[in-house]
């Protein structure tokens, strides 16, 4: 996948003539997905390239100030859009001369003019333009108006609720990754590098990795996971937190993979959270911090030889 942060000759060929995707797209949950399948569908049966665009620093950011905790680092979204088999990714700063564009200006001359794109495919809550005026049937009509055509998808519902970004990052807020996790399509991943850490997990019989990520949201508590290191994929415990029983003051993010031991200091490690088992807690000695890591684990074992562990370490391997 190309990926284009101005509109150079080579970005104007790539996307002429192409399907696109306008959006966030921020954790790539199910909803998205459909989003870029119809995508990849409708660029397939035209024999056009399908595409993306996309904006980084996340515009509510920008324009509003408003600190939004985002469910994927940028290199995470990239790399989902990547392995969706996009061909090309255009990503926007939405600054303030490219904010103040009204929507009808927006689709003549970002759209139509720039682009040249065919069709453009967008969720059913899609806003745009100067203070997000304009909705999906201004779009419809801009796309009459200057020639490319319009697809609106429903929104993916499960349980009852409406699949959004907004929604899973108060799921991973509070920690209910299994719930996030369902309207993902995939589990929560904390990614970034193992750093040396001061190897209390050592000295508890449980030696652990210390992850130093970029990640927004860093759920609280203890976690099945998995952990992957150099596209091998280990069965995990992880723990989020301030490691309370030994004074701590900061948040550390650690992981303990099950039955093997690997030295992976400052390589690329990524956790996926599977399911939360307590939370964090002070406890009176090491001993007692030590009989709840053990308990922990057993807990973790017991997951992974059932058929839902067995399947996500299969779908890790493949997908992750």
Do not use: W
Not at 45 to 57: I, K, M, N, Q, T
Not at 256 to 283: N, P, Y
Request: hydrophobic residues 40%.
């Amino acid at each position: 996948m190309k990926i284009f942060r101005h509109l150079s000759p080579e970005a104007r060929k790539q996307t002429s003539g192409s399907v696109l995707a306008i959006g966030i797209f921020d954790g790539f949950h199910l909803g998205h997905q459909k989003i870029i399948k119809k995508v990849k569908a409708e660029a397939s049966s035209r024999g056009s390239l399908a595409g993306v665009l996309s904006f980084y620093p996340h515009p509510e950011r920008v324009l509003n100030h408003r600190p939004i905790k985002m469910i994927q680092t940028l290199e995470q979204r990239l790399q989902a859009l990547e392995r969706a088999g996009l061909d090309f990714c255009l990503l926007f700063d939405l600054d303030d001369k490219l904010s103040r564009l009204s929507g009808e200006v927006f689709a003549r001359q970002i759209i139509k003019e720039s682009l040249g794109v065919r069709q453009v495919v967008v969720g059913h809550n899609f806003r745009f333009g100067y203070q997000r005026q304009c909705g999906v049937e201004d779009l419809k009509r801009f796309g009459r108006l200057f020639d490319f055509k319009v697809t609106a998808l429903e929104p993916v519902v499960s349980h009852g609720r409406l699949i959004s970004s907004s929604l899973i990052r108060e799921l991973l807020e509070k920690g209910k990754v299994e719930e996030a996790r369902q309207l993902l399509g995939h589990p929560y991943e904390i990614s970034g590098r193992a750093i040396s850490g001061h190897r209390l997990g050592h000295q508890l019989g449980y030696p652990t990795i210390n992850l130093e990520t970029a990640n927004d949201i860093l759920p609280a508590g203890v976690f099945i996971s998995l952990t992957k290191i150099n596209k091998e994929v280990f069965p995990s415990v992880s723990n989020i937190g301030v490691r309370p029983t030994f004074g701590g003051q900061t948040i550390q993010v650690e992981s303990h993979l099950l039955d093997v031991t690997r030295k992976v200091c400052r390589q690329e490690v990524s956790l996926f959270l599977l399911k939360r088992i307590r939370a964090e807690k002070k406890f009176d000695s090491p001993q007692a911090l030590r009989e709840a890591i053990t308990r922990d684990i057993n807990l973790a074992r017991n997951f992974f030889t059932g058929t839902a562990g067995r399947s996500l370490i299969k779908s890790a391997q493949l997908d992750f």
